[in-house]
């Protein structure tokens, strides 16, 4: 234990011997995540306020015109502009200056009344009893009706699937009642007579595991301060390999080796010491998230009750981390092949694990890839803490995970060492 504290010392004092090391280590971080959390907040701000614009082209004037009218206003998703011209708004939506543009064909409301109301008396003269009101009369052809939709070829396809299903359930919903209120007519001489509840037998509601449904959204400082506390943990991974480098070249390794040291407790003394640096470097971005962004308008990091676990998983983090810059720095002969490689594997790992891009945007093979990635298990296991209230054994998998990843970049660091030492 002796020699591990005068390992663990000796790194503190590399460190503190390097001021500029420590500011990168430090500030840098932070002056990132206030930078990027800046950048997405006020896009999803911008995303979320303004309306997407869209052209209506009404021919009809009617039930169904006036439906699908309302139903777009009242889902606050757009901002609708009305054209007479279906090759104006076609151009318009093409050449991208508006999103979509939906185009009402003429008298579609009264065809599919007439439709409904021919349909309907045709049934109601089989049920009859009088032989004689059998109506001999040809039915009258009705042609089909088409509801253009015209599309800015930029549009996302699950935009374009949704706007359709929104607009044939409305469509579908003013045939049914279209076609209670003819069977009404026919069956009751009382108009104000109520016959057929058209309400919806079936509705839908989204179940949230959080009894308060606004933490369940989240925010651009629920995802940033996580993912960027895990980008500054793991890039720690540079200064160390770079530190191991170093001491093999100037000879520290075998000035250590002639005494009873083994190259296990001098890697000890090395994870103390990093490991304090990623839990101060976590503490310092949850001051961030908990005192700075509410002073400079963006949402203020809840962490009333989690910060144990936060930190539980802050500390599995960084001996991932510091596990694989063990094993860089082991293998890495000199300096510009461990720093170049350290930083740009670091940039990897945070693409990979959801830091740059939400790992649900990405494609299925990426997804899967994602799972490689130990920036990917420190993430899934803070948005645990942060959005499902999770407890310790909810985290258990992930951060075994990262303890595992941790014991295995080590070991191999050490019997690396220990055959290339004996050769």
Known sequence: MRKLWASAYKEFLLLTRDIGGIAILFIMPLVLIVTITLIQDSSFKTIENIDIPILVVDNDQGDVSKTILDGL???????????????????????????????????????????????????????????????????????????????????????????????????????????????QEQISNDPEEVIFDTKSLISFKEVLPEKDEKEMIPNSVQHNVPAWSLFAIFFIIVPLSINLVKEKNQGTF??????????????????????????????????????LFPKIGLPTLDVSGRIPLLFVVALFAGLGAIGLGLLLGTIAKTQEQSAPFGATFVVILAALGGVWVPVFV?????????????MNWGLNAFYDVFLRNASFLDIL??????????????LIAIVYNERKNAV
């Open 73 to 183: 206003k009242e889902s606050d998703a757009f901002e609708i502009h009305s054209k007479t011209s279906e090759d104006e708004a076609k151009d318009l939506v093409f050449k991208g200056k508006y999103q979509m543009a939906i185009v009402i064909p003429k008298e579609l409301s009264e065809e599919l009344q007439a439709q409904v109301d021919q349909n309907v008396e045709g049934i109601m003269a089989k049920f009859s009893m009088d032989s004689d009101s059998t109506d001999t009369t040809p039915k009258k052809q009705i042609a089909i009706k088409e509801v253009r939709l015209y599309f800015d070829p930029a549009t996302q396809i699950t935009f374009k699937t949704s706007v359709k299903n929104g607009i044939d359930k409305m469509i579908s919903k003013i045939e049914t009642e279209s076609i209670y209120k003819a069977f």
């Open 254 to 291: 075998v000035r250590l080796r002639t005494n009873p040291v083994s190259y296990a407790t001098v890697l000890g003394g090395k994870t103390l010491v990093y490991l304090l640096v990623c839990l101060i470097q976590f503490m310092l971005m949850l001051m961030i998230g908990v005192f």
């Open 362 to 374: 990405m494609p299925k093979f990426m997804q899967t890839l994602s799972h490689i990635s130990p």
């Open 397 to 410: 998998p992930e951060i075994f995970t990262l303890l595992i990843f941790f014991l295995v970049t080590t």
